[in-house]
């Protein structure tokens, strides 16, 4: 019998088990899972691309993998939103750097820019991905570019299609070598994730820091006034975890070496959304591709200055436990 999954299924589970962005395991009946419908995935930039410290990946020439935007199928209105929002008014970076720019990589900017007062163009993606895979069914299931073509049967995904590109670049990048100093694993069950960020710690206490949606909204790029001071949480050591495009829920977790800080900023849109943010700036870029969409988006260059960036509210930080004096 071949696993399926339905997407209202798993949406209103989902919903159910991670309460709009919480982490969870859901188990799943084999005879219930269905197909994921076959929404079209916009072209755009890997959400690597954005949050990891690595590297660009090009493959041979091909076009930047798509986007875990649409890959559940659920944000039929999102497209059109994006126009609206996109041809508003927006300011912060010059004209110049942001033309012919997809809007999503909009959520870079500089340490000198975290002030009170300070109003910055930024692109919060507002979707919901499905939840863990409880462990043993995670494992159950291969996760290995060399096995795609059993997985796109597995799933019934045709070849070519955008869930079948999404899977293929999810693979991929989860393949792909660690670049000096990282650590990395792409989690496929909270247990995973888990172990891992205790394998990076050596600590039994740690604790997660995400972005939170005051208000609810569909606006996705807008312009943003930070409303207090940014607060900054100790991080001698962290671990970033990502949402990847995939049929269950998997996020590209790693470490480096390198030093950063970690921020909490109140925000406010010009349509009165309110949004406590995440906010990581890694302040050694030197070691960094010319390539890197963060460098197109800020006209600098590496090394030159931190480069900072916020988490949608899908992705966590997880940092260890101050310690008790």
Partial sequence: MKLRISFERIFLLFLAVMCFHGIGAMEMPREELMKIPMDELPEGVNVLQLHSMDRIQKKDGDQQPAMEGNFHGHDKGGDETRKMEDTGHVHGHSSSQMDHLDPS????????D???????????VRKHFPPFLPKEKADSIPFSYSQLPYLLEFFSFSQGSPQAKAME???RECEIKSIKGETKLCATSQESMLDF????????SYFRVTTSYLTKSRALL???TILEVPKETPAPKMVACHTMPYPYAVFYCHSQLTENKVFKVLLQGENGDRVDALAVCHLDTSAWSRDHISFRVLGIEPGTSPVCHFFPADNLI???SPTQD
Wanted: net charge positive; charged share 10%; proline share 6%.
């Fill in 105 to 112: 990589v909009i959520v870079f900017f500089t340490i000198k």
């Fill in 114 to 124: 975290l002030k009170l007062g300070k109003t910055l163009p930024i692109y919060f």
């Fill in 169 to 171: 670049n999810t693979l």
């Fill in 197 to 204: 960020v205790h394998n990076i710690f050596g600590l039994e």
């Fill in 222 to 224: 807008q312009n943003y």
């Fill in 318 to 320: 997880w940092l260890p």
